[in-house]
């Protein structure tokens, strides 16, 4: 769509609609039931595909999903570690079972 001119400025107004629609579903969704926050950040996300102001207001919102998804990461593998350690400890504990005979 980029190397085409006579494209250019039809497929922006497009991303442009499309993005726009997202987000005033979304501020609509911060009101009635539903996921409301997520549908304005997927709406600028899909502005800022084309627009360069979008992109500086979107990069702040990647830069903070990224901390959030390292910082669950690290919660699951210590909850996993903690697990595994209880296990382990069970084990090492548990008296053995006399054999019928």
Do not use: C, K
């Not at 629609?21 to 899909?46: E, S």
């Amino acid at each position: 769509m980029h190397t085409h001119p006579a494209l250019r400025l039809p497929w922006r107004i497009l991303v442009g609609t499309v993005g726009t629609i997202v987000i005033l579903a979304g501020l609509i969704m911060l009101v009635v039931p539903g996921p409301g926050l997520a549908a304005v950040v997927l709406g600028l996300v899909i502005i800022s595909t084309e627009f360069r102001w979008a992109r500086r207001l979107v990069r702040p919102a990647q830069v903070w999903f990224h901390r959030a998804e390292r910082y669950g990461i690290r919660l699951r593998n210590d909850l996993l570690r903690r697990v595994r350690e209880r296990r382990s400890a069970r084990r090492r504990t548990l008296p053995d079972t006399p054999s019928a005979e």
